[in-house]
């Protein structure tokens, strides 16, 4: 009786939950969203994914190219974070589930959706260290349209030979291996061993630990991840590939550097490769602090799609070219000097990977810092104002059709103006803030302060704004839970000018840059109420807004 009366209390909660997930997006996305069971499992904390903290996996698989199938197992090593009998792991259900051992018994299960129900035969104790293992086989999710379309890629190089890779953020890791499939637990520590024909090789995260000869003509590579990692993060990528290798004197000592590249691309590679990713860690070591993962090294892998942030095993295909695909989307010129893939992907090393969002919703943090790297990037090599014009000329991809920020618990993410918008975003927070030094010690801060955890919005905001000694809580709100941006209105009195803020947030404030022509910009705080601009002369013939820096609206009445 006492057990049922908890799970009615638990199930009203989950639906509570789940209107409260509604609720949130209906307002800050400002439109309607039905989300399913399904999403609700798959993005929501339960008692029975809180119940335990993932320490270390082993994920061991065979992959079948002919068949394109897959079959292996993943240890769960756990700590008890309270007292429980059952526990949700992920996998989806086009998998079937041979068994789950735990000490030498099989287990009872359940499914639901992608979701994996677990009943231990005695209770499992707080803090207790403990472990089970899935045994599973399967045709994996075909990706459609890798990286966004995510999933298994089965294809041929050039010379004809296979090649094979992962991809799957926002899909999810549990597309091809089991495992707690939320953003919020990173797994500890993890041993990859992926077993391929032995005519071809298999690249993961981490170092290579032990290449051993097996039956039938496989060979099975054993990657080891010493470092925290999400569970997007972890890829196999098979293929013909061939190895060059380079190091770098950085911040935290020698780095190692690997190239895994198909063999036909060694020479345009070694070309290629070193002149992007040495300046890249070089800058972005600068502004942000050491390489996250001197432990596991960094890898640049060729990939039979466009790329992916995959944690010391950055995935790339961008054709051995300059900008994307040969463009730049900025339509400044600067975009066309550096390889877009290689510097972008790469940001998230810091910003992905070592900070991670605990909810897809806050995948904002991710782009928005990533795509703001490429124009730092450049900035240290061409100098502030060419890194500021990239950022402004990537204004005409932005939409404004829904927030950055997503909704929680649904594994639902925002716009994707969180790339080109996030960017422009923080270019303005740095105006704002006005002190460079302060401003590279707020992003490397970050990096020190949210190293190897996850994050969410309020994290972020509210390190920013008591970093930089301002409240930014407003602006934060404007432009990650909004979609419009706000307007600065004029008006003349008396012929004297006033200014305010018109904004969905009640009583936004923001400081801004304001001159009469031809003058220095004087820092001007203005709310939603009107405001004298006490501005010597200044007029509405003669106001100029640092329109290049902040990304808002102007009204003159």
């Known amino acids: 009786m006492k057990m049922t009366s908890l799970v009615r209390l638990f199930l009203i909660g989950i639906v509570l939950m789940q209107l409260i997930a509604f609720n949130t997006s209906a307002q800050l996305m400002k439109e309607k969203e039905q989300f399913s069971r399904a999403d609700s499992l798959r993005g929501l904390l339960t008692p029975y994914r809180t119940a335990y903290d993932i320490q270390y996996y082993h994920l061991d698989v065979k992959v079948d190219i002919e068949n ?40 009872d299960f359940k499914r639901e959706y992608n979701a994996v129900f677990v009943d ?43 090649w094979i890779s992962t991809a799957n953020q926002g899909l999810g890791a549990s597309s091809w291996w089991p495992n707690k499939d939320h953003q919020s637990d990173e797994v500890d520590s993890m041993l990859i061993s992926i077993s391929v024909p032995s005519n071809l090789i298999n690249i993961s995260n981490g170092r290579l630990r032990k290449k051993t000869k097996l039956k039938n003509a496989y060979t099975r590579y054993d990657w080891f991840v010493s470092q925290p990692i999400n569970n997007y993060s972890i890829s196999m990528n098979i293929g013909d590939y ?45 502004w942000f602090g050491p390489y996250p993962f001197y432990e596991d090294s960094y890898k640049l892998i060729d990939a039979p799609y466009l790329g992916m942030e995959h944690q010391s095993a ?8 300059n900008g994307y695909l040969g463009r730049d989307a900025s339509g400044t010129g600067w975009g066309l000097k550096w390889d877009f893939i290689i510097i972008h992907e790469s940001g998230h ?27 730092l990037f450049i900035e240290s090599l061409f100098g502030k104002e060419a890194g500021q014009t990239y950022v402004h000329g990537n204004r005409r991809g932005i939409l404004n059709d829904k927030p950055l920020q997503g909704p929680y618990n649904v594994n639902k993410e925002g716009s994707g103006d969180m790339y080109l918008k996030g960017g422009v975003f923080l270019n303005m927070l740095r105006t704002i803030i006005d002190d460079d030094v302060k401003w590279r010690s707020i992003l490397r801060g970050l990096n020190q302060e949210f190293y190897h955890k996850t994050v969410d919005y309020t994290d972020i905001e509210q390190y920013i704004s008591k970093q930089s000694g301002i409240n930014l809580e407003k602006i934060f709100s404007q432009y990650i839970q ?13 012929g004297k000018l006033f200014g305010r803020w018109i904004a969905d947030v009640t009583d936004f404030d923001m400081p801004v840059k304001i001159r009469s022509k031809d ?3 004087r820092m001007i705080k203005l709310t939603t109420h009107f405001t004298e601009i006490g501005i010597k002369e200044v007029s509405k013939m003669n106001i100029e807004v640092d329109t290049f820096n902040y990304y808002i609206g102007l009204l003159f009445n």
């Open 482 to 494: 909004y979609n419009t941006i706000p307007t600065l209105e004029f008006r003349t009195e008396n």
């Open 68 to 107: 394109k199938f897959i079959s292996g197992s993943n240890l769960f090593k756990f700590r008890a974070v309270e007292d429980f009998h059952r526990l949700q792991f992920d996998l989806f259900d086009n998998f079937k589930i041979e068994k789950i051992i735990y000490k030498n018994q099989e287990l």
């Open 242 to 286: 061939v190895h060059f290798g380079d190091t770098l004197q950085g911040e935290k000592g020698t780095l190692d550097i690997d190239y895994w590249v198909l063999r036909q691309n060694l020479k345009k590679a070694k070309e290629h490769f070193p002149k992007n990713v040495k300046p890249m860690l070089k800058s972005f070591e600068y």
């Open 519 to 521: 003058q220095e910009y």
């Open 314 to 321: 950055v995935t790339y295909g961008n054709n051995y070219s």
């Open 349 to 375: 090393e810091w910003f992905g990977n070592n900070i991670t969002a605990k909810d897809l919703g806050d995948m904002w943090i991710h782009e928005a810092f990533t795509n703001y790297s490429e124009s």
């Open 120 to 162: 231990f035969p005695t209770g499992i104790k707080k803090d207790a260290i403990d472990s089970f293992t899935v045994f599973y086989s399967g045709h994996p999710m075909l990706a459609k349209n890798a990286p966004w379309d995510g999933g298994f890629v089965f294809s041929k190089d050039e010379q004809g030979k296979d």
